[in-house]
């Protein structure tokens, strides 16, 4: 009886015994990273394509000489750092008055005044920084994700607002670089908005040109 039992308990130990090889196997553990690294692949992809939030700013404000342009940042947000010498580029190239506002309930902080991104904007001669700590220019402005930018033409009509950058810290061409380049010559850009890609600026909600009651120029605050 007992010969007989262990007979029949043979083809399950057999069965159990190539289970457990088949999990060991290196093809399965090899099919399940490339299953996890694609799952994170496409986690990062969407994370780096996903816009921030943002409204629209005043449609006009004060005439004046020059073409304006405001790029709303997060001192600390690296997703912005690449287009701060993108813009600084534009800007050593034009007569136009360009303004980096940095946002934040803590944009008066000295410890974020020396943050990356106010020091490489600070390298640049040509470029105007703000600072906005009760967020009040970014909120006029409709600017809720660093990277937003508004550009008002000399005679003061919106001409575009939006992100310069074709993804999160990546430059390149895009739809934003030419409604720059567009506006800075002069022309009507052939999009006037485009999403923004970047780190949030402040939880306060942004306020949309039929709210707004002022519409200041960007040199509130101005230091260097």
Known sequence: MSRWRSRRREPMLLATMRSSRTFRSPHIWGAAWVAAAAAGMGLFHRSMHTPGEASTPPARQAASQTPTVMFFAHPHCGCTTPMIDVLAAAATSSQAD??????????DNPAWRTAPNAQKAMQHGPLRIVHDPASRIAERHGARTSGHTVMYTASGDLAFA?????ARGMTGPSLGIDALNAVLSGRSPNTASTPVFGCQLTNAPARSATD?????????????
């Open 98 to 107: 360009f303004a980096v506002v940095f946002t934040g309930p803590a944009a």
């Open 162 to 166: 939006g992100g310069l950058s074709p």
């Open 212 to 224: 707004a009651r002022a519409q200041p120029r960007a040199h509130e605050g101005v230091s260097r």
